[in-house]
């Protein structure tokens, strides 16, 4: 049974800083591109990053481009998204994902077969 489970949300003033995780269990993380997505309040749930299995390849939204990096390690099934300058337009629910194909250049929720409950946050102007 895959379980993506994402914790690090929280509150944060506008130009702060939060590291999202997810562990990982249940699927051969290594071998799968991962991605990470947020849903705003009355709002569609939309691509924020993804990166290859073996993490050498990242490609972002041109919303978060230069603010968020996502990384992670193989060794511990854990994803990770680190959230610089935050902004109100932030917040949201942030979910992570595991990829059903090889290249990072699909983005779409559908490309996506597993993933988690999401954790909330919260960026105060």
């Known amino acids: 049974q895959v379980q993506l489970v994402e914790s690090g949300g929280g509150l944060v003033q506008a130009g702060g800083s939060l590291r999202l995780s997810c562990a990982a269990s249940?699927?051969?993380?290594?071998?799968?591109?991962m991605g990470w997505f947020r849903q705003a309040p009355g709002k569609e749930r939309e691509f924020v990053a993804v990166?290859?299995?073996?993490?050498?390849?990242?490609h972002y939204s041109d919303l978060v481009k230069g603010r968020f990096t996502i990384s992670r390690d193989n060794a511990k099934n854990t994803l990770s998204l680190q959230m610089n300058k935050l902004e109100p337009e932030d917040t949201a629910v942030y979910y992570c994902?595991?990829?059903?194909?090889?290249?990072?250049?699909?983005?779409?929720?559908?490309?996506?077969?597993?993933w988690g409950q999401g954790t909330q946050v919260t960026v105060s102007s």
């Open positions: 994902a595991a990829s059903n194909f090889l290249s990072i250049d699909h983005t779409q929720m559908g490309d996506f077969g597993s």
């Open positions: 249940g699927l051969p993380f290594h071998a799968y591109n």
């Open positions: 990166i290859s299995w073996n993490g050498t390849s990242t």
